[in-house]
Nanobody, 120 residues
Framework: VQLVESGGGLVQPGGSLRLSCAAS????????MRWYRQAPGKQRELVAS???????NYADSVKGRFTISRDTANNTVYLQMNNLKPEDAAVYLC???????????????WGQGTQVTVSS
């Protein structure tokens, strides 16, 4: 299984970006997909998550500005980020909790990350 993120880049404060994470490979069922971020010198932070039933959760720091959504047919999760602030700058990483077969264990998979820079 591969998770491939895209959509990062440089944006001015107040701007928007949309990140995508496409999961490919042998996938039977996805239980949750999450976006984390990690800034230099800081701990990895859970930004947003969406579970199989569709419920979502957000870090307090991004509530009202970020929206997580998914395309279940294509095993893709998105993170719409609006009103970006300099403190949102980080490497954004995609995570998936999934089963590769109907009889297999649930496993964790990570993408390599996409850089988001917020600067004027």
């Amino acid at each position: 299984v591969q998770l491939v993120e895209s959509g990062g880049g440089l944006v001015q404060p107040g701007g928007s970006l949309r990140l995508s994470c496409a999961a490919s490979g042998n996938i039977f069922s996805i239980y949750a997909m999450r976006w984390y971020r990690q800034a230099p010198g800081k701990q990895r932070e859970l930004v947003a998550s969406i579970i199989k039933g569709g419920s979502t959760n957000y870090a307090d720091s991004v509530k009202g500005r970020f929206t997580i959504s998914r395309d279940t047919a294509n095993n893709t999760v998105y993170l719409q980020m609006n009103n970006l602030k300099p403190e949102d700058a980080a490497v954004y990483l995609c995570y998936a909790d999934l089963q590769q077969t109907g009889w297999g264990d649930r496993m964790d998979f990570w993408g390599q990350g996409t850089q988001v820079t917020v600067s004027s």
